[in-house]
């Protein structure tokens, strides 16, 4: 069965962007972006909300045309392109690039979803995380901290009545001070 997998980037306060949705602050070298490419090509589709769509849409599909862009980045343009996607939006009514839009989360029909042949499934955005948080559908996290302080923000977990208990799986740290920390949810670990 495919897994989802959280992956997001958060400041060292606990911000996945900082005010007015600003990201500026992401410090993604080339060594941190080769490993998301070398783990996105593996994934089986990209979830993510309308915000987060958008933004990949408005520079990913054609990133690679551009002579000024890295390797890696051009690399990414078309792994992005390529490979399914699933926006979830309730005002978004059409969308390139291989992307499907569903409406709503509904937690039996992700449930199908892991259950397709293929490799896990990568989630990202705010909004749509809580929403599969709120649903309990994650199964892993992959939290890359940056080392900066934002101040303010979106918040990268939304509060939460639960408990929630992980399995540390792997700690790395990039030449740039990002630090990838991975964890497992520690009752579907051993599933």
Do not use: C
């Not at 911000?15 to 972006?33: F, K, L, N, Q």
């Not at 090509?41 to 045309?65: C, I, K, N, Q």
């Amino acid at each position: 069965m495919r897994n989802i997998v959280l992956m997001m980037s958060v400041s060292l306060d606990g911000y996945m962007e900082g005010p007015d949705r600003d990201i500026s602050w992401h410090r993604v070298d080339d060594a941190v972006h080769q490993h998301f490419n070398d783990l996105l090509r593996h994934m089986g589709a990209f979830l993510s909300g309308r915000v987060v769509h958008e933004l990949m849409a408005g520079y990913w599909p054609t990133a690679d045309a551009d002579p000024d862009v890295t390797a890696p980045m051009a690399e990414f343009a078309g792994i992005w392109r390529d490979k399914p996607k699933i926006v979830y939006s309730r005002t978004l009514t059409h969308a390139d690039w291989n992307t499907t839009i569903v409406r709503d989360v509904v937690p039996e029909e992700v449930r199908t979803l892991k259950e397709q042949p293929g490799g896990d499934l990568a989630l990202s955005g705010a909004n749509l995380a809580a929403e599969f948080l709120r649903h309990d559908l994650v199964d892993e996290f992959r939290v890359y901290v940056h080392p900066v302080l934002v101040g303010s923000g979106t918040p990268m977990f939304p509060q939460s009545p639960t408990t929630t208990a992980l399995r540390h799986v792997e700690t790395r740290t990039f030449g740039n001070g990002v630090v990838l920390l991975r964890y497992e949810r520690a009752d579907r670990a051993d599933a």
